[in-house]
């Protein structure tokens, strides 16, 4: 267990650099092992997700070392084709490991994964990509055992464009037979990634970063290195701090297109960004404005995973907002835990009205999922006084040491193990 102790009302002011992206580095992770392999991937993120990882590399064969943010891989010893229940139960990335597992071995036996708790989590846009390719899939429960004497190309249509389905999809068709075309395909900067990691191990894919994605070859590589692209949903969250503390903040290192949406409604609240390249500022004139209504949407939307961070952010703000959120059903759960600190949040089904109030005071939390998590830290710095939350590690899944980043901006947190 984990209390994070954050005395508010401290302006955050200064410059830090964003961890590497968890989210894609899980998928990396998975897709080292579609050929025998040795790579080295930069700037990934020590989080327990990716520890996860890790772990399920090492009991599959392969070598798997994290020395800070460097990762070494070597699959070329894979020797198992099994990941147990409770290495799936970690985290929902694990389930990334099935396209993996079935292009390398043909078979891949696992149960249905983890993860954060947000409502319907289903995995019937995976399964149903994998046996388009001609994968034999049987679920007994929570077991799944797929087999496949060879996969084939396949014309595959998603009618939602789901992150874990495209990334599961992407890896199956590398070693099918045959061209496979993604239509429907998820958009985000992380299968962006992935393609490019995906390009290094030798294969022949484009269109990630549009709805159509194609895979027409592979033609295996036994090395290759890879940096892992800037955490945008970490970049959001300190932007969303910065302005809920009245700061100052430059954010370095990161790719402000890649969530130009939160920045866009930071500005719509009051706050100064000021972007190049490879940063972006926010700078707070101190008190926020309600910005109407904004809704989560698949990328290039509002990511829902930046949702309970804006909401924290915005808790203080002159006037309201109302989210409606869309990709999850229960991705409020911080909401609670909000109302503590004295905030004015109304809920009806996907819609959460949020009216600004003067002050949020200090008061003990419980982190109720990793976003949620992290929104109720952003609450804690605008609020008069301690905030305590209690968590059992969903804020470290995601954050690389959050605590000393936030500290060194001039933030009152600590956090105790
Ligand atoms: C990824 O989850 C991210 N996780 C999530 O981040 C993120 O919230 C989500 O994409 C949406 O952007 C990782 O990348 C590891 P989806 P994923 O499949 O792939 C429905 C975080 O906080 N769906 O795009 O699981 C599903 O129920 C995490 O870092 C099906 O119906 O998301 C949901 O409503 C949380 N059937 C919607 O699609 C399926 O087979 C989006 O899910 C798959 C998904």
């Known amino acids: ?51 996860a990882a890790l772990r399920i590399l090492r009991h599959l064969g392969c070598k798997a ?31 990334i490991f099935m396209g993996a597992l079935i292009a390398r071995c043909g078979e891949a036996r696992l149960s ?19 046996r388009q390719m001609g994968a034999d899939i049987e679920e007994n429960g929570d077991e799944i055992s797929c087999r496949a004497s060879h996969l084939h190309g396949a014309e595959i249509l998603f ?30 900067p992380e299968i962006v990634a992935l393609q490019m990691f995906l390009r290094s191990m030798g294969a022949a894919v484009g269109g990630a970063g549009t709805d159509t994605i194609r895979i027409t070859g592979f033609q295996p590589k036994k090395h290759t290195a890879c940096r892992i692209i800037p955490d945008r949903i970490v970049g959001a969250t300190i932007a969303c701090a910065a302005a809920a503390s009245g700061g ?41 404005y309600g910005i109407g209504a904004l809704e989560t949407a698949p990328y290039p939307g509002f990511p829902t995973d930046a949702q309970p961070v804006l909401m924290a952010a915005l808790l203080k703000a002159k006037g309201q907002t109302v989210i409606t959120e869309n990709i999850f059903e229960n991705r409020y759960r911080q909401v609670p835990e909000l109302l503590r600190l004295g905030a004015d949040i109304s809920l ?55 605590d000393r980043c936030l500290r060194s901006l001039g933030a009152d947190v600590y956090l105790e193990y």
């Open 1 to 51: 267990m984990e209390l994070w102790h954050i005395r508010g009302e401290q302006q955050l002011e200064g410059s830090c650099f964003v961890q590497g992206s968890k989210n894609a580095s899980l998928p990396i992770l998975a897709a080292s092992i579609l050929c025998p392999l040795r790579c080295e991937l930069l700037h990934v993120p020590q989080l327990r997700d990716v520890d």
């Open 65 to 95: 070392e994290q020395s800070a943010g460097h990762v070494y891989i070597d699959s070329t010893q894979l020797s198992c084709s099994a990941i147990p229940h409770e290495l799936m139960v970690e985290m929902r990335s694990s389930v």
């Open 112 to 130: 249905l994964p983890g993860g954060c708790q947000l409502g319907k989590r289903p995995i019937d846009l995976h399964l149903s990509a994998l």
């Open 159 to 188: 009618p939602f464009p789901s992150v874990g389905a495209t990334e599961n999809a992407m890896l199956a068709a590398c070693t099918a037979r045959g061209e496979t075309v993604i239509h429907g395909a998820a958009r985000e």
């Open 248 to 288: 100052d903040v430059e954010l370095k290192g990161v790719d402000p297109k890649h969530f130009s949406t939160v920045l866009y409604f930071l500005n719509q609240a009051g706050c100064d960004i000021i972007s190049s390249t490879r940063s972006v500022r926010v700078r707070s004139a101190g008190k926020l």
């Open 348 to 402: 009806d089904g996907r819609e959460a009205t949020i009216r600004g109030v003067e002050r949020l005071r200090g008061s003990a939390l419980t982190a109720t999922d990793l976003r949620g998590g992290a929104a109720m830290i952003v609450a804690g710095l605008a609020a008069q006084g301690e905030t305590v939350i209690c968590d059992d590690g969903h804020i470290t899944r995601g954050y690389e040491h959050f």
